[in-house]
């Protein structure tokens, strides 16, 4: 069996930013919860009050990349990267659009992440060619839930009349792409795969070919 790399997706465009190199050798997600100290009579321990869920976080995921066998820049593929911390994509308020990064999703063959906006990403070089010229880099990024709701609200075309009248949006299939992956990147919730599979009538959602073009309907 050929070996799964793990990949980097812009969950906004749904497109695949990035196949690493070599694969994580961890991936830790944590989640805290708020807890706010209430005064309690005839005890030295105050009470707690639960103030609500945290969002979910992968913290230090790092992703090497090694261009030395082909003796290019690293960059052309680690700047991929770090443009996903750039405002490039838009989002609906309640008063006007507004830019932000994109929300992104890690992916590792059957496992994957949730919807997540960069919070720190920081590029190492390891390896450099006796010219300068950078040819190993390691990643570490730090990811954070964004909420279905906000997920759905990225931008769904830079023509803002065709916004105004509802224009449905059409995916092309990636390599390695699934039907609740793209339901997720889509749709906010990978569990409205049956939607995408329904307006697309698919008669079989699990046999999706790279550069097929699915219709996105419109959000509920």
Not at 88 to 94: D, G, I
Not at 136 to 157: C, I, W, Y
Not at 180 to 205: C, F, K, T, V, Y
Request: hydrophobic share 35%; charged share 25%.
């Amino acid at each position: 069996m050929s070996l799964t790399k793990a990949q980097l997706y812009n969950v906004d465009s749904g497109q695949m930013v990035v196949e690493c190199h070599f694969n994580p050798e961890e991936l830790t997600i944590s989640r805290s919860n708020t807890w706010s100290p209430r005064e309690s009579a005839g005890s030295n321990l105050p009470d707690v009050h639960f103030g609500g869920m945290g969002p979910r976080t992968v913290d230090s995921l790092k992703l090497i990349f090694d261009t030395y066998e082909r003796k290019s820049d690293v960059r052309d593929i680690t700047n991929k990267v770090m443009g996903l911390m750039d405002a490039s994509a838009w989002e609906q308020t309640k008063r006007d659009r507004q830019r932000r990064p994109p929300h992104v999703m890690f992916r590792w063959g059957a496992f994957e992440t949730f919807p997540a906006v960069i919070t720190s990403l920081s590029q190492q070089f390891t390896l450099f060619l006796s010219s300068g010229l950078p040819v190993r880099a390691t990643l570490t990024m730090g990811l954070q839930e964004v909420p279905k709701d906000a997920a759905k609200k990225k931008s769904k075309g830079q023509n803002p009349t065709s916004q105004a009248f509802g224009a449905r949006r059409v995916h092309v299939v990636q390599p390695g792409d699934t039907i609740d992956l793209i339901a997720s990147m889509e749709l906010g919730d990978p569990n409205a795969w049956r939607r995408l599979a329904d307006a697309n009538q698919l008669d079989d959602p699990r046999r999706l070919r790279a550069g097929q073009a699915l219709l996105v309907p419109e959000e509920a």
